[in-house]
């Protein structure tokens, strides 16, 4: 069973920081997802990312990943206040998506 | 931008009772989903489905639950006989392909059982 662990559950950061969200899995994946989630809303999409070692970036997001160390980082770069949200990875082996526990972010002034 | 469009928003229904919830992807769009949120906990995975049959499907995904394309725009998901614990939120995803596509989510349906 794909046990896909988030780290940490919450952060609280200053505007201007930056900081690293990651995202465990336990068996081989064929891609991973990150996703964001306001309060009450829907998910957006944010990064899809499919082979050892790639790396995108949006904004003040940059998601990598390590397949070998099944690894998977959201850095946060000179956090915003409107950066605040929940994050999810999603992991997706043999065609089922297996989520995180989420990480609640909130960037304070 | 095209949208993931669901209805209804918001369901309350009595516990036994059977749940329709429709989801009109986006138009060029070949992959649907269906996942779920209770409330405050993460989203698990329902089920995927593509040309008209499904792909994958979760363990959550026992015979009270069934998916169709009726009439060629329509997904839905049908919940026979809801228990207590259906109730969550209900999103749907659409995406263009399968793999290193993007997966758009509809606005979600709140399903709450009484």
């Known amino acids: 069973e794909l046990k896909v662990e988030q780290n940490p559950l919450f952060l609280s950061m200053q505007e201007g920081k930056n900081y690293t969200i990651y995202c465990n899995y336990s068996?081989?994946?064929?891609?991973l997802y990150w996703y964001r989630q306001d309060p009450g809303k829907s998910l957006e999409s944010l990064f899809v990312l499919l082979s050892n070692g790639a790396v995108k970036q949006e904004g003040r997001l940059m998601a990598s990943l390590d397949t070998k160390a099944r690894l998977s980082t959201l850095h946060i770069t000179a956090a915003v206040h409107d950066l605040s949200a929940t994050y999810f990875c999603?992991?997706?082996?043999?065609?089922?998506?297996?989520f995180g526990d989420g990480t609640t972010l909130t960037v304070k002034p | 931008e095209p949208e993931v469009t669901q209805t209804p928003s918001h369901q309350v229904t009595q516990m036994g009772q059977e749940v329709i919830l429709r989801c009109v992807p986006i138009s060029n769009h070949l992959y649907f989903y269906w996942y779920r949120q209770i409330l405050g906990q993460k989203v698990e995975f329902l089920v995927s489905f593509y040309n008209n049959e499904i792909s994958e499907k979760s363990e959550i995904f026992d015979d009270q639950f069934s998916v169709e394309r009726p009439d060629g725009s329509n997904f839905t998901l049908k919940i026979r006989s809801t228990k207590l614990e259906d109730s969550a939120m209900y999103f749907c995803a659409t995406s263009k392909g399968f793999s290193g596509n993007t997966i758009y989510f509809g606005e979600g349906s709140w399903l709450t059982v009484v």
């Open positions: 999603a992991v997706v082996s043999a065609g089922k998506s297996t």
């Open positions: 068996t081989t994946s064929d891609r």
